[in-house]
Nanobody
Framework: QVQLAESGGGLVQTGGSLRLSCAAS????????MGWFRQAPGKEREFVAS????????FYASSAKGRFTISRDNVVNTATLQMNSLEPEDTAIYYC?????????????WGEGTLVTISS
């Protein structure tokens, strides 16, 4: 069983930056890596970014590419999401997950989420 804990959410103005962190208690050899998802008010949950356990391969949704960066720290088994040039449309609850493929179509474990709010 993998336990996930997100942190780093908060309030930031348009154009600002935030760094989200996700700490994982462990991993399965059959999984792909870790990913970030988000769910805005009134919207479905959507994929944001993914990274393999090795940290060598990353993938981004079009909404995140060029602004967000996902990374891994293998020593402490964490994943981070650096978010720059934030816009009001980025306001959402952000969820960390252990995933089975690069698009996050298979999710094995979810974190509880952390709220990101972008103000004008």
């Amino acid at each position: 069983q993998v336990q996930l804990a997100e942190s780093g959410g908060g309030l930031v103005q348009t154009g600002g930056s935030l760094r989200l962190s996700c700490a994982a208690s462990g991993r399965s050899g059959s999984t792909y890596g870790m990913g970030w998802f988000r769910q805005a008010p009134g919207k479905e949950r959507e994929f944001v970014a993914s990274i393999t356990w090795s940290g060598l391969t990353t993938f981004y949704a079009s909404s995140a590419k060029g602004r967000f960066t996902i990374s891994r720290d293998n020593v402490v088994n964490t994943a981070t999401l650096q978010m720059n040039s934030l816009e009001p449309e980025d306001t959402a609850i952000y969820y960390c997950a252990v995933i089975g493929d690069y698009l996050g179509s298979r999710v094995d474990y979810w974190g509880e989420g952390t709220l990101v709010t972008i103000s004008s």
